[in-house]
């Protein structure tokens, strides 16, 4: 859409109305790069957590906490 167009159209808007117009096109540009950016972060690789778990017995304690218990 030309910007002229979009200029005569803005002009008859009320002070409310191009703020709201000016807020909309932030939330559109916001969610635009936000978009780009979570599905780059939410990739994930399997088996990232190999290797974490402290003991193979989930009841016995972990050797680093048994001082506290």
Do not use: A
């Given at each position: 859409m030309p910007i002229?167009?979009?200029?005569?159209?803005?002009?008859?808007?009320?002070?409310?109305?191009?703020?709201?117009?000016?807020?909309?096109?932030?939330?559109?540009?916001?969610?635009?790069?936000?978009?780009?950016?979570?599905?780059i972060q939410n990739?994930?690789?399997?088996?990232?957590?190999?290797?974490?778990?402290l003991t193979e017995?989930?009841?016995?304690?972990?050797?680093?906490?048994?001082?506290?218990?």
């Amino acid at each position: 859409m030309p910007i002229d167009i979009l200029e005569k159209k803005l002009e008859k808007l009320s002070e409310s109305q191009k703020q709201s117009v000016f807020d909309y096109i932030n939330f559109l540009i916001f969610q635009n790069s936000s978009n780009n950016t979570s599905q780059i972060q939410n990739q994930r690789t399997p088996g990232g957590l190999d290797g974490v778990i402290l003991t193979e017995d989930f009841d016995e304690t972990p050797d680093c906490f048994k001082e506290y218990i």
